[in-house]
């Protein structure tokens, strides 16, 4: 019988990720805040990693550890 997951995160579209089920690619997890500013540094330097990787099946996953939607959502705006 299969495991039933927990707090299984949304993605901004919506789908939910559930993280027992194989990915099939390199997948990188990322715990961020927008009140952490080396957090936020460093989605700029994750942002040119997928881009020069995503070609070969590297994904992200950035979890925002905010509580509400709307800070990392102006967060994102502002940081490109």
């Known amino acids: ?5 927990k707090n299984t995160p949304t993605a901004p579209n919506g789908k939910q990720v559930k993280f027992s089920e194989p990915l099939g690619k390199a997948t990188l997890l990322q ?4 009140t952490c500013n ?4 460093q989605n700029k330097e994750l942002k040119e990693l997928f881009r020069r990787y995503k070609i070969e099946g590297l ?3 950035a979890i925002s550890r ?3 939607k709307e ?5 994102k705006l502002i940081s490109g």
């Open 71 to 75: 800070d990392w959502v102006e967060s």
């Open 31 to 34: 715990f961020w805040a927008t």
């Open 59 to 61: 994904e992200i996953i």
């Open 1 to 5: 019988m299969p495991r039933k997951e």
């Open 38 to 41: 080396p957090s936020k540094l």
């Open 66 to 68: 905010d509580l509400h």
